[in-house]
């Protein structure tokens, strides 16, 4: 199996423990947070913010992987810069250091000081931890390290990390908001296709303990490479394997289903207008790009819309490699809507190794035309004929 994936899931799981051990100690939160810049801000937000854990998170995948895989570190991109401000006005630049103590005499300048903090913090990155799959194991691909580049959100839904919220009742599996939305988004791609090919969503939060008020979490993966698939949710498939075969026997009975997506609170009133009309009750709003997208990899909906252009390259690179795996994809929206399925056009998946040209900051790695995570790509062409044959009747009515 790949090596670089396996320590891919390795360092998901240590962000996971480093989100988890911010999250609980209250006091130490409410210092953690900082408002990004203008340059950094993502315009959905009136209010976005950084947190200390979304950079810690983002710098121990990046030296993690550079310590085991040199030269991988410096191509590996992320949401966060690793510059933080404390209130003497110090701009200090956070990074894992060599010891636990050396670690923690840099966090301490970014905590002013607060050393009982800085050494817990510093603890948990410095902690080693193991992952084990057993359907890793069972396959042997190796992709070479020199075509890898990897997007990453350390910690997605950051304002619902920030609320804290772990009393929301999900609604038929989906959590409109709350702890449950937030993720830890590592995707690998082809930097000469922009095709993704690795991806890891880490859950860090799914279940608590109500004793001891202690979250454990989940960990969803998958890797598409030269005709191999395979993924944590039901394991490998090569070519037509008996996966494809399956697919094929279930594809009559799956296209007269009804259609369930999930959309963001604040989609367009056009689209949510077209979407009642094709999904009926079955749609669902949650917080989180990366969130949405691992309720398309779980089986909870068919479709994740989003007409917008605030998601990310680090966003949906992850799920778009799992969603691979699973004979899924994401596509771009506007694209795909534009597309006439009858001319035989391949469906605009979204790539990872170009930014928007003449954009700036953030700008530059927006998904610009919007997206459409699906697990099947026949339900995609008749929902793509339905969404497009709803919006132009909407059209003509106003």
């Known amino acids: ?29 409410q210092l953690l947070i900082e408002e990004k810049k203008d340059g950094e801000k993502n315009k959905k937000f009136a209010v976005d913010f950084k947190t200390l854990a979304d950079v810690l998170v983002q710098e121990v995948i990046k030296q993690n992987m550079e310590n085991k895989f040199p030269g991988l570190g410096e191509k590996i991109l992320g949401e966060e810069s690793n510059e933080f401000t404390n209130d003497l006005g110090e701009t200090i630049t956070v990074e894992l250091c060599s010891t636990e103590e050396e670690t923690a005499e840099l966090l301490s300048k970014v905590l002013n000081g607060n050393q009982l903090a800085s050494e817990a913090l510093a603890k948990v990155v410095h902690q080693d931890v193991a992952f084990t799959d057993p359907t890793l194991e069972s396959i042997d691909v190796n992709i070479p390290q020199d075509i890898l580049g990897i997007w990453v959100d350390p910690i997605d839904s950051t304002y619902q990390y920030i609320k804290g919220a772990a009393d929301i009742k999900s609604n038929q599996g989906i959590f409109p908001s709350g702890l449950q939305c937030v993720t830890i988004l590592i995707g690998a791609y082809d930097i000469r296709t922009g095709m993704p090919l690795m991806g890891v969503i ?5 279940s608590q303990d109500l004793n001891t008020r202690s979250w454990k979490g989940q960990c969803y ?6 005709g191999t698939n395979i993924h944590s949710q039901h394991g490998i498939s090569k070519g037509n394997g008996t996966q494809a075969q399956t697919a094929k026997a279930s594809s009559e009975a799956e296209s007269t289903q009804p259609f369930s997506a999930v959309i963001s609170t604040s989609e367009k009133e056009t689209i949510k207008a077209a979407l009642l009309r094709i999904c009926g009750d079955g749609i669902f709003r949650a917080a989180g790009a990366g969130y949405k997208s691992l309720c398309v990899v779980q089986g ?8 917008e252009d605030t998601t990310f390259k680090w966003d949906s690179c ?12 994401i596509v771009d929206m506007k694209q795909c809507l534009e597309r006439n399925p009858k001319v035989g056009l391949e469906l605009p998946q979204l790539l990872y190794h170009v930014g928007n040209e003449g954009a700036v900051g953030v700008d530059r790695w927006a998904n610009k035309g919007g997206l459409i995570a699906y697990r099947s790509t026949k339900r995609l062409e008749r929902f793509r004929s339905l969404l497009v044959q709803n919006l132009t009747l909407l059209e003509k009515q106003t």
């Not at 880490?202 to 799914?206: G, K, L, T």
């Not at 993966?221 to 030269?226: E, I, K, T």
């Open 300 to 307: 909870l909906v068919d479709i994740y819309i989003f007409s």
């Open 202 to 206: 880490n859950q860090p939060f799914v």
């Open 1 to 29: 199996m790949s090596e670089i994936l396996r320590e891919l899931l390795r360092v998901s799981e240590k962000a996971a423990n480093i989100a988890r051990a911010c999250r609980q100690q209250e006091a130490l939160f």
């Open 221 to 226: 993966w998958g890797l598409s490479y030269l």
């Open 318 to 329: 992850a799920a778009h490699a799992i969603l691979r795996a699973m004979g899924g994809g």
